[in-house]
């Protein structure tokens, strides 16, 4: 699943409360009885792929030294092997491109090239990153590499499944200008979430940043017997 890995600056520009407030009501005020998937990790992308139809739109919240503190995310599966998803920040206004592309999906083996991070409005270029994944019912670890700017740096992450209401999960990122995660996700219902995490960044003062990102899921096309098997596993997915 896509996130923003690379982070920018903020500027003191006022974010537009009254498209959050929305958003927020819309995703608590539409929520179904049954159970969600979840959106990658804290941090770091996952090799795992949006399902196909389904359309999640994702409300961020962070610290601002993290990233731009009120975000946006709309993220589409296209097909059974890619996905595209974009990104809306308000501090400053920026416009956020990224895609995934699934080359191994034969479980528990995962394996997905792409790219995120494309700002053509800030002039900030496309991301790319490869990443392999191992995912059993309970365990999932994942790990992999993004090109970043000059550099490459490593991404690494891990997440377990106590049910279908629960996970905790940690991730890492290379580089003195990122940082660790450790966090949790609930599923308040199937399609539904939300996930709060501290991020403790990789610096020599290793600062301690807030975030978290609530997520409602519209199955709009698809499978409908992959739909129902998903529904009947005993944990949730790495959507």
Not at 166 to 184: A, H, K, L, P, Y
């Amino acid at each position: 699943m896509l996130n923003p890995l690379r982070k920018r600056a903020a500027t003191k520009k006022p974010a537009d409360f009254t498209t959050v407030i929305v958003v927020m009501m819309v995703l608590f005020l539409t929520s179904s009885s049954s159970f969600a998937t979840t959106k990658g990790l804290s941090q770091i992308v996952t090799p795992d792929l949006q399902g196909e139809g389904d359309l999640s739109l994702s409300l961020q919240i962070q610290d601002k030294r993290i990233a731009n503190p009120y975000e946006l995310q709309a993220e589409m599966g296209l097909t059974k092997w890619a996905e595209v998803a974009v990104f809306r920040g308000f501090q400053p206004d920026d416009w956020i491109f990224a895609t995934e592309i699934g080359l191994l999906r034969k479980e528990p083996f995962l394996l997905s090239i792409g790219f995120v991070n494309w700002s053509p409005h800030m002039n900030v270029d496309p991301q790319p990153f490869i990443e392999a994944g191992y995912c059993t019912e309970h365990n999932k670890v994942f790990g992999g590499a993004i090109h970043s700017g000059y550099k490459n740096e490593a991404i690494l992450g891990y997440a377990y499944d106590f049910n279908q209401r629960w996970r905790v999960q940690v991730d890492w990122m290379s580089g003195s200008e990122n940082s660790s995660t450790i966090g949790f996700t609930c599923n308040v219902t199937r399609d539904f979430q939300f996930n709060p995490a501290l991020y403790v960044n990789n610096g020599p003062k290793h600062d301690l940043f807030g975030y978290i990102v609530f997520t409602y899921t519209f199955h709009l096309w698809g499978d409908k017997k992959d739909a129902e098997a998903s529904e009947k596993r005993p944990v949730v997915s790495t959507k």
